[in-house]
């Protein structure tokens, strides 16, 4: 009897590792080069989930040029009615902080229209350079409209979408976010997306959804340092909705005196129309116990405003300015290591700014 019984258990075993590899090889994989990319100012790279054009290797900084690899604000738009969704794809440089999830470094992170709106599923955990993950399972068979957002601190050399042998996996149906108008913003380890928990909460991203407007991130952590040839870029985008201009965590005071003003002409000068936000520095947690900190900020944010008052005396109309005071909070919760932003910080970010950006368009 006994034997019999573990006769029945082997074959049962062998009956269910069976139906388990067919499901596993049931998921057909698709590359993404089959689906429109948003966030690029320009289609002009070396490869394709990167940031910065051909142009500027060799012309911009070799710490610009590297961080331009990163896919930080870069996503895939498709749709599918498959009960899962996977992806297969390999990370640039396979970069992990202490500070910040490898999650929101080097992995993907998937959203979905639901009732009207773009709504979480749920985010792929990278597993070192090459990463391949069920982001989702056991979901109806209902056709949706998703979002896939690529790696915020990485670059992603490689990227394929798996679905259901049987499932549709098609281009989006519908124009969202709206690809008119794209907002421009230009920044720091903050706006790349330092510290987000997954790269939807990089707040470009979240400012992306709210407005569900294609948001382009030239954020370059610790070297938003006024290069010229990024202004330029920043320029060459066709019929731009609004600039944002948040360097200043980088900047030095005496950099934003000399140079800042000739950063926003590059970009005036080729729109003279569009609007323009000059955001200040943050006002850190640990700025009310390091005086040396706080003097900081305060020289960077005094320098900020004198450019944005000398650019309204000059006769500039279209320009619009966003203090720092309370822009996080004041119950310094917001940020991992008393600079970068939790998904907390992130929100609160998105949540000061906001009515400023939403002037600026309406206007």
């Known amino acids: 009897m006994a034997v019999k019984n573990m006769r029945f258990l082997l074959v049962f075993a062998a009956v269910v590792a069976g139906v388990l590899n067919a499901s596993a090889q049931m998921i057909v994989y698709t590359d993404a080069t089959e689906f429109p990319l948003y966030g690029k100012v320009s289609e002009q790279t070396n490869v394709r989930y990167e940031r910065l054009p051909s142009e500027l290797e060799g012309v911009s900084r070799d710490a610009v040029w590297y961080l331009g690899r990163n896919s930080a604000g870069l996503f895939i738009r498709f749709r599918s009615n ?5 992806a297969r794809w390999e990370s640039t440089f396979n970069n992990s902080m202490t500070h910040m999830t490898d999650t929101g470094t080097k992995g993907l992170d998937l959203y979905a229209i639901v009732d009207g709106e773009w709504r979480h599923v749920c985010s792929a955990q990278p597993q070192g350079k090459k990463s391949e993950r069920a982001i989702i399972r056991n979901m109806d068979p209902i056709e949706r409209e ?3 957002y690529l790696s915020l601190y990485d670059g992603v050399s ?13 281009p989006p149906a519908v124009d969202r976010p709206s690809r008119e108008k794209p907002i421009v913003m230009y920044g720091t380890s903050i706006l790349q997306g330092g510290c987000a928990n997954r790269p939807g909460m990089a707040h470009t991203n979240i400012i992306s959804r709210r407005l569900d407007r294609e948001v382009f991130n030239l954020g370059f952590s610790g070297n938003a340092l006024l290069d010229m040839e990024i202004a330029q870029l920043m320029a060459s985008v066709e019929d731009p909705g609004l600039y944002v201009l948040d360097y200043a965590p980088n900047a030095y005071a005496d950099m934003i005196d000399e140079h800042g ?20 520095d943050v006002i850190f947690p640990h700025t009310i116990y390091d ?7 305060t020289k960077k944010n005094q320098a ?9 005396k000059s006769g500039e109309k279209r320009i619009y300015y966003i203090s720092a005071e309370g822009m996080i909070g004041t119950d310094g919760e917001a940020t991992v290591d008393g600079i970068h932003f939790t998904d907390l910080g992130m929100m609160r970010y998105v949540d000061h700014v906001m009515p400023t950006i939403k002037k600026a368009l309406k206007k």
């Open 291 to 297: 005086n040396a900190i706080l003097e900081e900020v």
């Open 82 to 86: 498959s009960t899962s969704i996977h």
């Open 158 to 170: 490689s990227l394929e979408i798996g679905v259901d042998e049987d499932a549709l996996l098609a």
């Open 304 to 312: 900020q405003k004198r450019l944005f008052e000398r650019l309204k």
């Open 261 to 280: 003003e000739e950063f926003f002409r590059v970009i005036r000068d080729a729109h003279p129309d569009v609007p323009v936000i000059f955001i200040e």
């Open 146 to 148: 998703y979002m896939l």
